[in-house]
């Protein structure tokens, strides 16, 4: 057995700040780190759900995953969500969601 060697003080590389990013940062773009959404329910939806509102934490990402989550949760709106529209922060839209987003779930309606 030869001598061991003898490293000198550990350096660290130096972070370039716009390179890097957080633990949490990176999670969350692996989508394991939930987010928390406001869901309003709507006419049809609000009956069949029991409630007119409700904080949700799911780790999708998109108003997509949102239906998904709802209709696993509550699987008798099933029918009604496919065909509902989807409000965030007030405006019709479909896409990405982020942290503290206002979602409302608006089913068709019909008048006379």
């Known amino acids: 057995m030869g001598t061991p060697e003898v490293l000198g003080p550990y350096n660290p590389p130096k972070r370039d700040e716009g390179k890097t990013q957080t633990a949490g940062r ?66 019709y839209y479909e896409g990405e969601l982020k942290e503290g987003d206002t979602v409302a779930i608006i089913p068709p309606v019909s008048g006379g």
Do not use: W
């Open 26 to 91: 990176f999670l969350k773009k692996l989508n394991f780190i939930p987010m928390q959404v406001e869901v309003l329910y709507f006419a049809l939806v609000r009956d069949l759900v029991g409630k007119d509102r409700e904080l949700i934490k799911f780790t999708g990402k998109t108003t997509s995953d949102l239906r998904k989550l709802l209709e696993h949760k509550y699987p008798q709106i099933g029918k009604v969500l496919k065909v509902s529209r989807i409000a965030v922060n007030g405006e």
